[in-house]
């Protein structure tokens, strides 16, 4: 089906968020960012909300890679809808899920500005 769900463009990448990606950590928040995370965060335009909630098996596409998605934290379809917010814990599952974050398996890599970020069903 490969029906995109919601899709956003980078707007600026926080200083410490290329380590924060080095570590299996990719967080994402929309415009306006908290002062607080805007240097770990990678933000982006506000968008829309998701066409539906984020599931098991559902692929986020970031800087060209595709990462699909193993367990979604029960907030974590509330938080990108209200706030462009959702943190993608990388090939870290044994770390434990937090309520608004997803693990996703896939290569790290970190994303530029002007690039776009999709959530899209497998």
């Given amino acids: ?5 919601w899709t956003t463009t980078i707007t600026r990448i926080g200083e410490d968020a290329k380590d924060m990606v080095d ?3 990719l967080i994402l928040f ?3 960012v908290p002062p607080a ?3 770990v965060s990678v933000v982006h335009t506000p968008p829309a909300a998701p066409a539906r ?3 098991v098996g559902d692929v986020w596409e970031v800087a060209g890679r595709e990462y699909p998605v193993e367990e979604v934290g029960e907030k974590a379809t509330e938080n ?3 706030l462009g917010h959702v943190v993608l814990y990388l090939n870290t599952v044994d770390q434990k899920l937090l309520p608004g974050a997803v693990h996703v398996r896939g290569e ?3 994303p530029a500005v002007g690039q776009t970020i999709r959530l899209r069903s497998a």
Avoid: S, W
């Avoid at 089906?1 to 769900?5: C, S, T």
């Fill in 53 to 55: 909630e984020i599931r």
């Fill in 108 to 110: 790290a890599a970190v």
């Fill in 23 to 25: 570590a299996g950590v």
């Fill in 30 to 32: 929309g415009e306006p």
């Fill in 80 to 82: 990108l809808r209200e």
């Fill in 1 to 5: 089906m490969n029906d995109i769900l």
């Fill in 37 to 39: 995370l805007a240097d």
